[in-house]
């Protein structure tokens, strides 16, 4: 496979670098990334579409947001949590022979990275515009950037994102507008979970104060939550629940 692909790995190798270098990924989110790639160029070029916005789209959103200046990057847990079920759905369709962009399994390969780009997308809108933000089951107030917390201009900016991923799956793969509504949908479903997983399931830690971090730290405790259920584990948790409702319905 490397033989028949030599200037496509090249060129992989060189993204996986040139996100490390400019601190768009870690070195171990870099390498996650690369092992992914290795399926995308299996599956052709094309396929590195939706991966890439998700990277620079998010990762240029992160930039917008000052507290975010220095962020190291998105390390291995991190593009796993967002790419791996799509790889994996990607992969299968490899495996099996599928052979047509409107297999279900290459469109729940789309599916899953039009939620991650559409939660990425939410994320850094919704910090970035500083509008108001509630939790989403219980409707009080919630600090901006907590997971379970939306509002209305993440919001948009998440739908935005499912409708790029959409329109951009429409353009590019050989797809009917009806999947292509299907993607935007379920981009911006898994959105919506992943808030309704962060509130729910997800650990939340608070000092004696009242201030609340989604991080263990010394002086905090938990006081909602799994401590298993990390930022990660909701973005790998909602990808996989609307992955896997799609094919089950496909199925049926």
Known sequence: MIIDHPTLYAVCVLLCYAAYRFRWLTGGGSISAFLMGTVFISAGPATFLLPLVLLTGG???????PEEQKHSGRNAAQVLANGFTGTCCLLYFLTRG???????????????????????????????????TVDILSLKP???????????????????GSTLSAILSFLVFDITLATAGIIMLCGFAGM????????????KYEDEKGFVSEHAAPG???????????????????????VVVWLLIKQG
């Open 98 to 132: 599928g052979n047509h962009a409107g297999d279900p399994d290459f469109v729940a390969y789309l599916i899953a990275f039009s939620i991650s780009i559409s939660d990425t997308f939410s994320s850094e809108t919704g910090k970035y515009f500083r509008g108001r």
């Open 59 to 65: 990762t240029l959103l992160t930039k917008l947001n």
């Open 142 to 160: 919630a600090s901006r950037g907590l997971s379970g917390a939306i509002s209305l201009q993440g919001s948009i900016g998440g739908l935005a």
């Open 220 to 242: 905090y405790m938990l006081s909602k939550g799994f401590r298993w259920c990390t930022n990660d584990a909701v973005n790998f948790l909602s990808v996989t629940a609307v």
């Open 192 to 203: 919506l979970l992943d808030s309704v997983l962060g509130s729910a399931l997800q650990a």
